[in-house]
């Protein structure tokens, strides 16, 4: 339960002290490179799940979004976490994020659906396979290292 709300709380501050570019129909929300954590992290399926309902109280699509976007979430970790390996783990929350949370930030929006996708594709690509490649390979080598 620690480890989830450790996960949470630093999904929750990254999402939010970088509100302009978390939301939105151009987002790039750098918390998301925390998406691939499952594979290696069971806690943080509800981790990253909580951290993303309580990261978009704050991002002004309401209830959609927040409920909505923490399903999307919820099962894109669950996927994750039976992935065999590390590049198969990105696609899960690359895929799901772009396709499904763009159908509600196109209708509140009012924008078309298919630039907000490939907006939304291309903010996940970098945050999950490329800062969160980064991030895993670096959260195992510290869970390896004798303390």
């Not at 490939?118 to 390896?144: D, Q």
């Amino acid at each position: 339960m620690a480890k989830a709300s450790l996960i949470a709380a630093v999904y929750v501050v990254l999402t939010v002290l970088l509100g302009e570019f978390s939301y939105g129909p151009i987002q790039f929300r750098v918390s998301e490179a925390l998406a691939i954590l499952p594979l290696v992290e069971p806690s943080a399926i509800l981790g990253i799940t909580v951290g993303c309902a309580i990261s978009n109280i704050f991002g002004g699509f309401g209830p959609i979004d927040i409920i909505g976007g923490s399903l999307v979430t919820l099962i894109a970790a669950i996927i994750t976490s039976k992935m065999p390996n590390k590049i198969l783990a990105v696609l899960p929350p690359i895929i799901l994020n772009g396709l499904i949370v763009s159908i509600w930030v196109s209708k509140m929006s009012g924008l078309p659906y298919i630039p907000i996708v490939i907006n939304i594709l291309i903010g996940e690509i970098i945050a999950v396979a490329i800062l969160g490649l980064i991030f895993l390979s670096a959260y195992e080598k510290y869970k390896k290292k004798p303390q």
